[in-house]
């Protein structure tokens, strides 16, 4: 166990080097620099600020600032809000981002392994085409699409919800429906499948000979095979999750960690680019892992915990 | 003796998109206590089908007991609710399946996949689970119990699997097992182990057996009575003895022509020309009739009278009937 997680640790740096170089090159090579603005700067103010930041260095020791950024994990201030740490802002926003994303988990998780079960159970019935049909339509419609849908109809029609913001229960309804939508709607098709094709096997057939209810039959013989498939496409959907919440928090103006990096994006605001990458990376990395170790638990077949992943 | 399941006229459907198969047309037979009872008989013939439905676990839909009684220590198990029927499987009677490489959960130990069926029928602690549980993997014979009660099935081969399929299904103590292909998908001397283990049990329990089987070896081996079905219906039941040594239908006949032996395990059946009927419109007759050197215009069109040998041995064929052995016999005058 130990010589797999030092080596997972190894890939995991490995591949957060690799992605905080790809974004200093797309970071440098984009046109435009913090301290442009449509109106123009005065030219000795500009090197002046460029020199304070370290803007006039050749490329190669702004990189290595940055790796030394990330090393000590301290990012500096913000070039726009010089008086806020990039630190501050992920402080701030990431509990918020979290919250959203945590919950859109949970309830993506939780709805779609039970319309996906159900439709397994009641195969080929009003209920599974209902539920099917319906999935559908949440892996076609884009989650920008259902948010300003779901504005407009639920928010500012029927005035049940709250148009944006994130203060209440309340708030977070609208934002974790339009952004749960999609993998709610993946899991769902993914679980009715494996489910169905679970509940053909031999020992499915043992467990009722053995005189088992149905109920200890789905939830402790079936389910747990069924979600095996389920766990793998969590890593794919943990990301998309992650880059929904950008959007999502956008259209609803959810002050998270979405707000900052599409901002920093847009006002060249390097730091802050660097900080945020960084942090929703290494986030992405950690959760990809947790995944695969969760699967090792719930996969006795795979045995991590002995031989180094093999 | 005691009979301890009798299956009268048992019919058994399954609707499917083209049409309605009848798997099983109007089965017969009983068993006595404390004996094995092998059913045999060609690929699709319904075996599976008939013990799954003594079970109740024939899938509806497609699946149904359109007709008949399967009559366990006198309750009808096709009359009682499905709930009382929970009840029966496992404590009752229980099943063991032909592949034990897919019969256990790949995600559970082995020691929560035997004690779940005691936890579930008797209230019991689990201290008390896990030792009926060790004494079980002592019956089957599988070394160091409480070590492998913590193991997972891929942990062990498929003898040892099967090994532990009999112990959970014995675990219960019930009065009936069905043993489907119990060592199909083993090798040939994990087979005879497997065989052993079977009378062992039957010594040392007391449970009566049905043993479905294509193996004539198997049956040899550890079968009392033998029920020979073809198309969905029991066509000859005899003891061993009557059915190896004096077999009287052709199909039974034809089965046994490669199977001289009683000492060696491990052959198949060899097939006889042509195939059995379609099940979608079984004929009104015979079903063997497109296959039997012996077929006659009557065969055809109307189903043989059961005949019997005697008080064990049943036939259904037309050459039992008086009239056909006189024609027999004055043919051979002839000649
Ligand atoms: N779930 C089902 N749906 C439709 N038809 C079925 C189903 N189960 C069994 N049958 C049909 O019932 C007939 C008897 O099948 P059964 O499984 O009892 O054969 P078997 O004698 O056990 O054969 P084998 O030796 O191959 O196991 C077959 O023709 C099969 O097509
Ligand atoms: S009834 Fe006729 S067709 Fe059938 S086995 Fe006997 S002789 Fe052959
Ligand atoms: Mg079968």
Redesign the pocket.
Known sequence: MLRYILKRLMIMLVTLWIIVTLTFILMVSIPGSPFNSERGTNEAVQANLEAHYNLDEPYIIQYLLYLKSIVTFDFGPSIKQPSQTVNDMLGRGFPISFELGIMTIIVAVISGVTLGVFAALKHNNVIDYLAMGFAVLGISIPNFVLATLLIQQLAVNLEIFPVARWLSPAHMILPITALATGPMAIIARLTRSTMLEVLTQDYIKMARAKGLSPWKIIIKHALKNALLPVVTIMGTLLASILTGTFVIEKIFAVPGMGKYFVESINQRDYPVIMGTTVFYSSFLIIMLFLVDIAYGILDPRIKIHKKGGE | MDTILEVKNLHVTFSTYGGTIKAVRGVDFHLNKGETLAIVGESGCG??VTSNAIMRLIPDPPGKITNGTIVFKDKDLTALPEKTMRSIRGVDISMIFQDPMTALNPTLTIGTQLMEGVRQHHRITSDQAKSKALEMMHLVGIPNPTERLKQYPHQFSGGMRQRIVIAMALICEPELLIA??PTTALDVTIQAQILELFDEIQEATGVSIIL?THDLGVVAKIADRIAVMYAGKIIEVGTKREIFYDPQHPYTKGLLKSVPRLDVTGEKLVPIDGTPPDLFSPPKGCPFTARCPFAMEVCDKVYPVTTEQSDTHKVDCWLQDERAKQLLAASAIKQ
């Open positions: 075996k599976s489907d292909e479905i």
